[in-house]
């Protein structure tokens, strides 16, 4: 069962490990740090290959490193999360949701039409 704290300190029920921490993009070429963000979840770009800043900044987001990628992420039932994420290379926020699978991956999905047409990665744990 999930646990939240008055932190924000989400744990998920999968491996009763938390959210918090670094994650890396199915590719490897982005890695985000999530964190509590007063009671909702966030991640930023803590390090990102020369093309994924090369895309990015072809996208309108010149400085990758730093930028809010998961955005007021909200725990809606344990292991489970909702709210934006924005993506570089297009410029672009969308609806999310963040599933924690087990203690070293999680599935993020991007929505456009309130959730009718979405996009998933599998990002893992570092």
């Not at 509590?36 to 996208?59: H, I, Q």
């Amino acid at each position: 069962m999930a646990v939240t704290g008055q932190a924000g300190t989400a744990v998920a029920a999968a491996g009763s490990e938390p959210i918090h921490g670094t994650w890396e993009n199915p590719t490897g070429d982005v890695r985000v740090v999530t964190q509590p963000c007063g009671t909702e979840l966030c991640g930023k770009v803590s390090w990102a290959s020369d093309l994924a800043k090369k895309d990015a900044a072809n996208g309108g987001t010149p400085q990758l490193i730093g930028t809010s990628l998961l955005r007021n992420y909200r725990e809606t039932k344990p292991g489970h999360w909702k709210g934006n994420v924005f993506v570089p290379d297009l410029g672009e926020t969308y609806y999310s949701t963040i599933r924690q699978l087990d203690a070293n991956r999680i599935k993020i999905s991007g929505c456009i039409l309130g959730g009718l047409l979405c996009k998933s990665q599998i990002w893992r744990k570092l």
